[in-house]
């Protein structure tokens, strides 16, 4: 073999493709360290610097780690915290799909894209909304529910049997009952109107 022949052969390193399709070997440039795809033609943004890599790994970390939503979920937080964070950051980036679907249009580019993304976030914002409704439903106390009724009526025994230990007279017992009655009933009264506005 000559030296002409030896001129054609390509240089150790890699070849890789800038855009217009110029090919320049990594050794010419100074990215033989730099870690490249296998191919023998790379386009550039395959060219990958290590430190970078390593650099923006850490910053996605670091955001993350920092996101509230991501946070109330390690230390687990209740369900309605939850909920309401969820309901925050999907509002967040409707919000942020809107902005960039009315740019489009007033570019004169294509807005479905951003219009079909929304209606799906609208979508999953809309089921988020009535598992936070069943959520602060089931939050709440049902005073008719059988099983405060029982809760109750444990209660009144309780309290019966406590009277009856004191020495208290079975008048004065009954007296005390009554008047517990109906101040029960009322009581009952405001708290479902209160259960009922909120």
Sequence with gaps: MDDDDKKDEPKKGRLIVLPGGKKVNTNDI???GSIVGPSGNVPTSEVVDPDETARSLREREN????Q???????????TGEMLELTVQE??????HLKFER???SQEGKPTAQHTIARIASLRNLAEVILKRQEHSRAERMDFRSPEFKKIMLSWLEFVHEACEKTGIGVNDIDLLFKQLEADMSHWEKS???SVGSS
């Design 63 to 66: 955001y993350v780690k920092g």
């Design 30 to 32: 100074g990215m033989s």
């Design 102 to 104: 009315r740019k489009a």
């Design 68 to 78: 509230e939503l991501v946070q109330v979920a390690a230390r687990r937080g209740s």
């Design 191 to 193: 708290q479902l109107e």
């Design 90 to 95: 999907i509002t967040e980036e409707l919000a």
